[in-house]
Structure formats: C-alpha cells, structure tokens
C-alpha cells in the first residue's frame, strides 16, 4: 500500500476505536479525521470541502424543513394516535400486526424517520400502559420498521441521498426516487414480516425510567431538613449545588415550594431540601452539619414534585447542543426552566452526581420541568418529548392539511421526473414561506447541522478512501477472500462489511467509506456500479444490533427500559434475514 492508504486506515481505525469507545461525539470524530487526513496531505482542500458541496446536504437540510410544520402542527401525533387507537385484537398482537407497523414502514418512507417514531413514541406508550402492557413489548419494533421504511424510497433515509450524490459526483446518473426499492423494498417486506411473527416473543418486559420512578420514588429522591442553619457549610442554595453524587432538586418551605430553587436563597430552620442523584449516598449526606433527614410527609414524594410542575421524559436529539456539555455546564435550569431527577444511558441508569453526567446523543432525561414547558420546548431540536404528564392539544384547522400537501406536491414532483429532488423540494420550502405554515426565522433552526456535518464529512472521508488508493487494496482483499465464491462472494463480503460498519459509525459514514470501494469493485468486476451502490446504501441502514447504531434506536433505548442484550437478541435474526435477502437481490440484479 501507498502512505497516503496507510495514513487513511490509520485515521479511520483511530475514528472507529474512538467511536466505539464514546470518547467523542459523532460529528466531532468526523470532522477530526477529515481534518487529519487534510494535515496529512491526504485530502486536497477542494477534496476535503466537497461534502458542503454535495447535492446530499442541500437535500436533507430542505427536507427536515418541509417536515418541521408536519411535527410543529400535531399532523404527524394524529397520524401516530389513529394507528394505536380502536385495536380489537390483544394487545401484543395488535401491537405487532401489520395495520400497526405497515403505515410506520409507508410513513418513514417519505418522512423523516426521526420525527416519526419521536410523534409515535408517547401515542404507543399511552396505549400499552391502556392495555396493561409494557411500552418496551412494542417500541423496538416502532424503530426497527420505521429504519426499513427508509430504504424503499431515496428520500427514505438521509444515506440514500448521500450514495445518490455521490454518484453524480463520480459522473454517474443519480438514483431515481423509487429506483433503490428494487432493492430495498423486498428486504422491508421481509423484515415487517419478521416483526409481526417475533415480535410479540422476543422482546422483554421493561421498566421504563418513569414507571420506575412512579413505582419507587425514594430510589430517585431524597429529602434532607435543616435543623440549624448557623452550622450548614453555606447559607444559601448555590452552596449546596457541588455537592457529591446528589443534585438540589428543590427547596419545600411550608407550603412553598422552590423548584428550581434561587441559588442566592437564604436557607432557614425548618427548609427540606429534596435531592436527585445517588440517593444511596442519603446516610451520609445526614451527616453534613445542620442537616438531618426530614419525616415524611402524607403524600409520596413524586406527588409533591408533580404538584410543582411535570414529569417529562426527553431523548437528547444528535442535532444538540447540549452534546459533549456535563449537565451542570449546559445550565438545564436556566436555558430550560427543567430540573434532571435521572439520567439514562442504554437501558441503564448512570450512577454518581447528576451535575457531572456527559451529555451524549441519546441520553434519556427525567425532567421535573414548568407549567409552559411543553409549550415552549415541544417541538425543540435539542431532544425528543418521548412522554409527559399532561396533555397537549393539536388544534386541526384547515391550514394543516396544506403541509402533508407540500409534501406530496414535492415527492410527486420528483417522483415523476417534473423537477428534480433539489428543486422539487425547494420549491416546497418557498410554498411553505408564503403559506405562512414555515417562518424565516424557523430556517436556520430547524436545520439538523449535525446531521449535515456528518454527511459532509463521509463524503470527504469517501473521497480520502478513494484519493489514497486504499479503495483499491481493499477491493483486493475483497476478491482474494471471496475467491472461492465467484462474483457471489465478493458482493456477500462487501454488503456484509458494510452491514457490521454501520453498527459503530453513522449510517451515512458507513455507506461513504464502502461507495469507493464498490465502485473499485465494479470496474474490476463488470457488476453494475448503481445497483452496489444501491446495495451499499441500505446495508448501510441495517441498524438493528446497537442502541447506539441509528437515532431511532437511541430514542427508544431509554424509555424502553432496553439494553445492550435486548437489541442483540432481537436484531441479530433481523439482521441476518436484511443481509442475506440483500446480498441475494444485489446478486440477482448484478
């Protein structure tokens, strides 16, 4: 191999390790290679800039504003409560029968995927705990169909419209707006039916993070009275902000209640001090001079918290930022008028000192927030309102439906050829700006620039892999290893490589650094570049074996109560059933 190659797999084994072991967000370790490999000589300038350029970037930025009305009007909530409401069969079942999950596959195959199972997520929680069963016996199933849904159509999934860009960039013709359903639809197909057959036997029964604060508060809460001010280490709130494993939820003086609490406040005799943290660690904290534990009152702790505001569950967005910021330094009380009671990451709470926790892609909050909270944060790009206490109401005027319509106007546009994607779905977003359903200043907002960042930066990292020849070493491999096999083998090894990259990276990263080489691959080899493409695009979208491997998987992990095991036990079949279908249709149409 050249230097330029050794110096690119260097770069993107150091990426991968330091993404597996979440020392870096996404983006940052992106962007970070890209910046290595432009230091190293590997990547020109123009070559390392050409993803800001990609027609990728402009496409998906268009798209999540044509979307944004859709989830800001309730339409896409009225979508999710019509398919969760009025079952006659039970509920595992109902939950797992093709008229529930059909729709998600139809709807996330022209809708943002994210937005969907955010919209669905509190309707089909709401319903299960209606019928008495665990939200995570359906959840799960929520992500996995909305990611198949994403590989029917090139507006689907962000990937898709990166491999359609990087064909034109390589001189090719770009993906038609159905084109890649030859493909990924009867892999879709396929796994719907997976879904309803093992879905009602393979996934667990969970405790989500607010059943399992309802069910036992004192494991989350914990209240201290001052008995003498005169001995507390400070006199006022602020004082006790840095203390070890606990975080100050609130101050209950008599009948009232701080929450959050002045950090100037002058404590007095008699103030509880109601704590969220590591509620183990309350024996010791009795000990802190001028405090001492405080009787309980007639009514459960989370009684009294819900009388001061709402218990809300909210699914850090990758588009945050908040990412990469300790709790306590992204200033959830002020910026938000919100107090964390837990944190989980995974299925699993994290232990220790709320204040300290790294905000990561996919955190689960429980947030004691404001009576206007929702109202002003619902539709926030920063997280995902996954559930609340309270309802919302979604008034239906008629100007609503004039948003699915820009829609449909756009996707029906593209779709036969009118216009192409870019200006079908700008002419959308100016339709929207006069109909007044989108704001000039909601433009800059509601973009996902992270997820723009991301497709940016693969397309630079797709370029290095090509520019420094390690495409060509790899194809190489590829052949030799799958030389027994024929055409069959080579094809079986790179959908498969690009199935298990997609697990650690980003879907669209995953589909970038395979492009080149299934372009390499079908020079060498005489196979069709558009159907490798193709077949790279949604064995990059096989998601299915990590919480961390898709944004749709990390929004359900935590208020599904999932774990790492979970995911495996019930993806791993889906992901071998996605692969080998794949691998035989890209074959086929080789």
Known sequence: MSPAAWVTLAVLIGMILVLVRERLETTAALVGAVGLLLVFGV????????????????????????????????????VSAWLFHRFQLPPPVAAHSLRALAPVVFLSAFVANTPVVASLIPTVRQWA????????????????????????????????????????????????FFEIGRIGLPVALLGLLFLRLAGPRLLPDRLDPLDALERNPREYLARLQVVDPSRLPG??????????????????????????????????????????????????????????????????????????GYLVEAVVSPSSPLLGKTIRDANIRGRYDAVVLGVHRHGERIPGRIGDVVIRAGDTFLLLVGRDFLTRHRYSQDFYLVSHAGDVRHPMSTAV????????????????????????????????????????????AGLPLGTLMIIAASVALSNAVEDSGLAAVVVRFLKNAGSGM???GVIALL????????????????????????????????????????????????S?????????????????????????????????????????LTHFYS
């Open 235 to 308: 006199p006022r709130v602020g004082d006790f902000r840095r203390l070890p494993r606990l975080f100050l939820v609130a101050v209950e003086r008599g009948h009232e209640r701080h929450s959050p609490a002045n950090p100037d406040l002058l404590l007095q005799r008699g103030d509880v001090l109601v704590f969220a943290g590591q509620v183990s660690t309350i024996a010791e904290m009795a000990q802190t001079p001028g405090l001492a534990p405080a009787a309980e009152a007639d009514d459960e702790p989370l009684d009294r918290l819900e009388r001061q």
């Open 129 to 176: 705990r209606r019928n008495g069963m665990a939200p995570s016996r359906v959840l799960m199933s929520l992500s996995f169909a909305a990611i198949l849904g994403g590989t029917c159509t090139l507006i689907g999934t962000s990937t898709n419209l990166a491999v359609h860009g990087l064909l034109l960039a390589h001189g090719l013709e770009g993906l038609g």
């Open 495 to 542: 959908v498969g490589a690009t199935a298990l990259l997609t697990e650690v990276l980003t879907n669209v990263a995953a589909a970038s650094l395979a492009f080149p080489v299934a372009m390499q691959l079908a020079i060498q080899s005489n196979l069709d570049p558009r159907v490798l493409a193709m077949a790279v695009a949604v064995a990059a979208s096989t």
């Open 401 to 444: 439906w004039l948003d699915p319509a820009v829609l449909v106007l756009v996707v029906a546009l593209a779709a036969l050829g009118v216009l192409p994607l870019l200006s079908a779905a700008a002419l959308g977003v100016v339709l929207l700006l006069v109909l007044r359903r989108l704001q000039t200043d909601e433009l800059l």
């Open 544 to 584: 299915f074996l990590t919480p961390i491997g898709y944004h749709t998987n990390a929004m359900v992990a935590g208020p599904g109560g999932y774990t790492a095991k979970d995911f495996l036990r019930f993806g791993a079949p889906l992901k071998w059933l996605a692969v080998g279908v794949l691998i035989l």
């Open 486 to 488: 024929g055409q069959f």
């Open 43 to 78: 990547l020109t300038p123009e070559r390392a800039l050409a993803g800001l350029a990609s027609p990728a970037v402009a496409v998906v930025g268009l798209f999540s504003l044509l979307v944004l009305p859709l989830s800001r009007s309730g339409f896409l909530a009225r």
